[in-house]
């Protein structure tokens, strides 16, 4: 996993409850102390164990923690990112290039075993785009909180919908994503 993620766990968990909720995370996790840095990698099983220690200190549910999560890294994955986002991209586009542009890109600068998750896109008619997502991590609530927060932060209107889920028992996830108008 990406440190970016992890220290993007953190500051979300002491953004929205405090820093001793993320010690006693740490420490639920068998992680105590652990520093992470956005650029360097990290075990799967950190991430993880930090969100099942999560749901178990705050009694929020894992899928919504993670879509919680989701919308609170968007942000900071822009600003880190933006160099592989064009300015005048809506925000639908955004997602339509997540794999192309950011990914790829990622990819290509690291010279280690870094895996995102499977990802692509395909735009599904003029206002649509298909998204596809496979993962051994099984993260999808985090993908439809990153969509959630590609909603808000390009402050646009989207309707969501996840048509198969690997958490149904389905090979991957297919999210359809429409730009809506607000009346």
């Not at 925000?91 to 499977?118: D, F, M």
């Not at 909180?145 to 690997?166: A, K, N, P, Q």
């Amino acid at each position: 996993m990406h440190g970016i993620v992890l220290k993007g766990l953190k500051d979300f968990v002491t953004t929205e409850y405090d820093h001793e909720a993320w010690q006693a995370i740490q420490d639920g996790a068998g992680l105590e102390g652990k520093v992470y840095v956005p650029v360097t990698e990290y075990e799967d099983a950190d991430v993880l164990g930090l969100v099942d220690a999560a749901s178990a200190i705050t009694g929020e549910e894992v899928p919504d923690l993670l879509d919680a999560f989701g919308r609170f890294l968007v942000p900071p994955l822009v600003e880190t990112y933006g160099v592989h986002v064009d300015e005048d991209w809506t925000g639908l586009e955004l997602v339509a290039n997540v794999e192309t542009y950011i990914h790829e890109a990622l990819r290509a600068k690291q010279l280690s075993t870094y895996t995102p998750p499977a990802l692509s896109s395909e735009w599904v008619g003029d206002d649509r785009v298909k998204v596809t997502y496979d993962s051994e991590r099984e993260l999808c609530p985090l993908a439809i909180g990153l969509l959630r927060g590609i909603e808000s932060y390009y402050d646009e209107t989207f309707e969501i919908e996840e048509e198969t889920c690997m958490l149904d028992g389905d090979d991957e996830c297919e999210i359809l994503v429409a730009s809506s108008v607000e009346s």
